[in-house]
């Protein structure tokens, strides 16, 4: 799995430098290319004269110098490797990649690159723990950056706790890790000859020709379950409110702006086997939309009368011949978030609710990640925080396990 792949290592100011030595040697064992970019800080742990004798290729360390760009620029370097390894990754390297600076080779790099990244942290035990690593860690993991270690043990600087970078065998362990996630995601079809339908974003409500009601939702979860339900080979239809999210690969979309329109699009989608309803659908709508934009007349601000939306989940989940096999539902919650979750279960009718606490300290309302309860009949299953990407994937993968194998 690891023949011919082609690893960038950037190799960062930190005592741990020395093992990189180690992990070149290893990863060339194994048949991958070994590329290698040291910041100025790393010359003072290794030479490049090992890195480059153990990588079998020139080292890269120079933003300015005119062989280097004009050799192999930045953006070269990143494009020819399928993996982006920083070891050790330091304080500073990580800060920088967070707030996106580009001062040297190394950070300049990462910037300009769009492929898979795996940090492999090393520094001493406070400036692990502290606030701003942590902060620029989440930000990182949040942008999909990927991690190996530090583990806890004795310390260069003397001091015992977390802070140590991962041994060589454990970063390849990670590597492989990240190929074998590659390699599943192209081959894993388990949903192919079934057919989704994913509804995502907000309804907007008209008021008049020219205002609306309408909610903050982004998108990003629901586009994010499309992706993942078409990667495993689900037939998938998105239908969204407007978002600025870009339609998912394989996806077919068709826009809506209302409630009332949205369930007639998901309506006109079945049969399915899948339904995930992840749309923030408006509760209410203006009972009679004004012909013409409405005008301050004098008479004081006019009355909005509002009626209230179909429910789209219920709906669905009570359809007799040809209800989906799976519905599943989203409720967002900032109080008792699984007691309320799983009544909401019952009164809608669907078989699963991802239920997401809302509540403005989790920043889960537009931002990244999530921190799911999944209720189901059968009980209550909690998940990890992580990333509305990953909360997709560990669906579709449940989905896809729940239904069994292709259709
Ligand atoms: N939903 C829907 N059609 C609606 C309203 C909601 O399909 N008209 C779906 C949403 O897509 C989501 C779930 O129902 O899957 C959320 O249910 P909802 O009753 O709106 O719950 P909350 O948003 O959690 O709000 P509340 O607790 O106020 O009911």
Redesign the pocket.
Known sequence: MLQGRRILLIIAGGIAAYKSLELIRRLRDRGMSVRCVMTKAAHQFVTPLAVASLSEDKVYSELWSLTDESEMGHIRLSREADLIVVAPATADLMARMAAGIADDLAATTLLASDKPVLIAPSMNTMMWAHPATQANLAILTSRGVNRVGPGAGDLACGEVGSGRMSEPAEIIAAIEGHFAEVALAGSDKRLAGRRALV?SGP?REPIDPVRYLSNHSSGKQGHAIAAALAALGAETVLVSGPTQEPTPTGVTLVPVET?QQ??AASEAALPVDIA????????WRVDREANQKLKKDGKGPPMLHLV?????????SRRRNDRPSLV??????TENVVG??VA?RQ??G?DW??ANDVSPSTGTFGGDSNTIHLVEAEGVESWPAMTKREVATRLADRIAATLGGPH
């Open positions: 509804t309804t409630a949205m369930l995930v309803m992840a749309a923030a659908v408006a509760d209230e939306n179909p429910d789209i989940l219920a709906t669905l599943v539902g989203f409720a967002a919650e309320n979750a909401k009164r809608k669907c609710i991802l």
